[in-house]
């Protein structure tokens, strides 16, 4: 069963504009939630994070927001640059690091 | 400092070989864990390890073994490869497995193709 999910593959943005990636959750006892980014060939490497207890959080160009009544999480960059070209994907879980479920990522584009 | 190395970046089995993936991480992190990734699907928990000498099974652990002698290091087995196991293969580490989240950090990747 996929607890989180995103259900965008793909996602293709002009530079300078914003990018939205989308998330969805099923289980409403997730306290925490992550975002990673994954360049090819490589391991995924961790953006930003926000507990339960928030609905948003910001970190320079990246923001992520939290609506737990729509089990809903996104993440905002702006501005969008070509280096953030990359697969996104949505994390979340539950107390220990062990409960955590991926989303399958969405593939983001920004073209110059 | 290294961070989180995996060895080998690819490699080829045939169905029934056993093998083993090589995971160490130099800072001194005391959660490693073990991730499958597939096409359309996210990454899965296969074994973690909270601590040197504690292991325990995650999502998708059946045809594979893990041991955690020291802190630096998680190999993963594979006891006898079969296609289904045909995969990318991610190992991680976090400094603390008291919360998920922290960040966790992964390493290259070893991509495993089962014939």
């Known amino acids: 069963d996929q607890q989180v999910k995103q259900n965008s593959p793909s996602l293709s943005v002009q530079e300078g504009r914003i990018s939205i990636l989308n998330c969805d959750y099923t289980?409403?006892?997730?306290?925490?939630f992550l975002w990673y980014k994954k360049y090819p060939a490589e391991g995924p490497t961790f953006l930003i994070s926000?507990?339960?207890?928030?609905d948003k959080n910001e970190d320079g160009r990246f923001t992520v927001f939290l609506n737990k009544s729509a089990k809903h999480l996104s993440l905002h960059i702006v501005p969008s640059q070509p280096g953030d070209s990359a697969v996104y994907f949505c994390?979340?879980?539950?107390?220990?690091?062990?409960?955590?479920?991926f989303g399958a990522g969405t593939r983001l584009t920004v073209k110059p | 400092n290294a961070g989180v190395t995996q060895t080998p970046k690819f490699q080829v089995l045939k169905t029934g070989q056993s093998m083993t993936l090589q995971c160490a991480q130099d800072?001194?992190?005391?959660?490693m864990s073990w991730y499958r990734q597939d096409p359309g699907m996210g990454l899965r928990l296969i074994h973690y390890s909270v601590g040197a000498g504690i292991t325990d099974q995650g999502e998708v652990p059946n045809g594979y073994n893990v041991s955690r002698s020291t802190t630096e290091d998680f190999p993963l087995r594979l006891l006898s490869a079969a296609p289904s196991q045909t995969s990318v293969y991610f190992c991680?580490?976090?400094?603390?497995?008291?919360?998920?989240?922290?960040?966790?950090?992964f390493g290259p990747g070893t991509r495993l193709t089962v014939l």
């Open positions: 991680a580490s976090s400094y603390t497995p008291t919360s998920g989240l922290n960040e966790q950090f």
């Open positions: 289980n409403s006892m997730f306290d925490y």
């Open positions: 926000i507990s339960s207890i928030k």
């Open positions: 994390a979340a879980g539950r107390g220990l690091p062990n409960d955590m479920r």
């Open positions: 800072m001194n992190h005391e959660y």
